[in-house]
């Protein structure tokens, strides 16, 4: 996602309503700037982390359920872990990529430092035991496979909870600031008497920054998604 370019385009978009609302150069510049840098910056940080953590679950629920059906079907660690690098995206072929040298067991022991997910703690205790005792992987994996099931659902739930919300969102402050702009040309004898008024300015201005906070307290709760193990201050 682009965020310079929705940055720019929403910095455009807020510049020229209140423009036309307050006829004030540096009202319509200083929210053109402060905008941009919210996007570009504030909220890019918000959503990359977020993008970032689902990824990386997305991943892991691949990696577990992949590793687990090879080793049912073939009983080798090699195996299984070759059937879930075919699976992975560039990002996680380039970690796996880079301890090769590892054997087996420390290669899944190593990407608990990627996958910092609980269930994915509870998989290796699972390859463990199976690797002690034998048995039906499958069978022995069942509460796991459920519970990795369970939160993948649950992501694909939130986000399609999140995309909803969002519409809202726009389109209630769309309303809102096309209201605001279509009374400057509805009302204009009442505009040009208060519309060089200080007070009318900086409430003008207050506004716009109202919305750009109200954008940010959405994104956070959008991007508060828990998945046990994951801090949300992780690289």
Do not use: P
């Not at 929705?6 to 423009?19: D, K, P, T």
């Not at 691949?62 to 687990?68: H, P, V």
């Not at 420390?106 to 990627?114: M, N, T, V």
């Amino acid at each position: 996602m682009n965020f310079l370019l929705i940055g720019g385009i929403v910095s455009l978009a807020f510049a020229g309503l209140i423009f036309i609302a307050s006829e004030n150069l540096v009202s319509t510049l200083s929210i053109f700037l402060i905008t941009f840098l919210f996007f570009a910056f504030l909220i890019k940080r918000l959503i990359d982390k977020y993008q970032e953590k689902t990824r990386r679950y997305h991943q892991c629920y691949q990696f577990i359920n992949s590793y687990l059906i090879s080793l049912s079907i073939k009983g080798s660690l090699t195996a299984a872990r070759e059937s879930s690098y075919g699976t992975a995206d560039s990002g996680t072929k380039e970690v796996i990529d880079s301890i090769k040298d590892l054997d087996e067991e420390e290669k899944l022991s190593y990407l608990c430092k990627y996958f910092k997910f609980d269930l994915y703690h509870l998989f290796l205790d699972t390859i463990k035991v199976w690797r002690e005792q034998g048995g039906d992987v499958l069978m022995m994996s069942q509460y796991l496979i459920n519970q990795v099931r369970l939160k993948e659902e649950y992501l694909i739930h939130c986000e399609s909870v999140h995309r909803s919300k969002l519409i809202e969102f726009f389109v209630l402050w769309g309303i809102t600031l096309t209201i605001l702009t279509s009374l400057r040309f509805a009302l204009s004898q009442f505009y040009s008497r208060i519309i060089h008024a200080t007070f009318f300015q900086v409430a003008v201005v207050v506004l716009f920054l109202f919305v750009l906070l109200s954008i940010y307290i959405m994104v956070s709760r959008i991007v508060n998604v828990t998945l046990e193990g994951w801090k949300d201050d992780e690289k």
